[in-house]
């Protein structure tokens, strides 16, 4: 059988993101032939309900952004019944900012989010990340990229801007700080 069917067959039977190691393990290829063969999928996915989903070095299936309107309608109630302002203001941060640390995330919020953080994680939105030692870090999960119809972080409305705006904000604050530094 083909090596991109393989990988296709191995996404949809796990159901949840797996690593390039994983599959290159499971199918005992190299690295780099579980990559070609990711690549190889996502093209003969094209035009199909079914896309290849990556986030950072884990890939799995998702639907086509076409759904979303459909997917959204499925889930919409259930999700903002309960969600709220601050589990959206959260949501928004660990998607436009994510990996993010959670003090990071209540710097920016002003309080503590260790409920909604909590919340977030029930729901499948978010998931945390070792970073080793002490360190943990929140960033979406496929299912969140998924019902907000995109393949990647990077594609959500307005990204790019939002990087930009924050490491203008950084380097702005950075310069103040050095100012009052020298006084």
Same mark, same amino acid.
């Given at each position: 059988?083909?090596?991109?069917?393989? $990988? @296709? &067959? +191995? =996404?949809?039977?796990?159901?949840?993101?797996?690593?390039?190691?994983?599959l290159?393990? *499971? %199918?005992? !290829?190299?690295?780099?032939?579980?990559?070609?063969?990711?690549a190889?999928l996502?093209k003969?996915?094209?035009?199909?309900?079914?896309?290849?989903?990556?986030?950072?070095?884990?890939y799995?299936?998702?639907?086509?952004?076409?759904?979303?309107?459909? $997917? @959204? &309608? +499925? =889930?919409?109630?259930?999700?903002?019944?309960?969600?709220?302002?601050?589990?959206?203001? *959260? %949501?928004? !941060?660990?998607?436009?900012?994510?990996?993010?640390?959670?003090?990071?995330?209540?710097?920016?919020?002003?309080?503590?989010?260790?409920?909604?953080?909590?919340?977030l994680?029930?729901?499948?939105?978010?998931?945390?990340?070792?970073?080793?030692?002490r360190?943990?870090?929140?960033?979406?999960?496929?299912?969140?990229?998924?019902?907000?119809?995109?393949?990647?972080v990077?594609?959500?409305?307005?990204?790019?801007?939002?990087?930009?705006?924050?490491?203008?904000?950084?380097?702005?604050?950075?310069?103040?700080?050095?100012?009052?530094?020298?006084?």
């Open positions: 059988m083909e090596l991109s069917r393989q $990988i @296709e &067959a +191995l =996404l949809f039977f796990k159901g949840e993101p797996v690593t390039v190691g994983f290159a393990k *499971t %199918l005992n !290829i190299s690295e780099d032939d579980a990559r070609a063969g990711l190889e996502e003969s996915l094209s035009g199909h309900g079914i896309i290849l989903m990556q986030n950072g070095n884990e799995m299936l998702g639907t086509v952004p076409q759904m979303g309107p459909t $997917i @959204e &309608a +499925l =889930l919409k109630e259930e999700l903002a019944r309960e969600l709220g302002k601050a589990g959206l203001e *959260t %949501l928004a !941060i660990v998607l436009y900012r994510g990996p993010i640390l959670r003090s990071e995330i209540n710097y920016l919020r002003g309080v503590n989010s260790n409920y909604i953080l909590r919340s994680l029930v729901r499948g939105l978010i998931e945390k990340v070792d970073q080793g030692g360190s943990t870090v929140y960033q979406p999960t496929f299912e969140l990229l998924s019902y907000m119809g995109v393949s990647k990077a594609d959500l409305p307005g990204f790019d801007e939002t990087q930009k705006a924050v490491e203008e904000f950084k380097q702005e604050s950075q310069k103040n700080k050095n100012e009052h530094e020298e006084e």
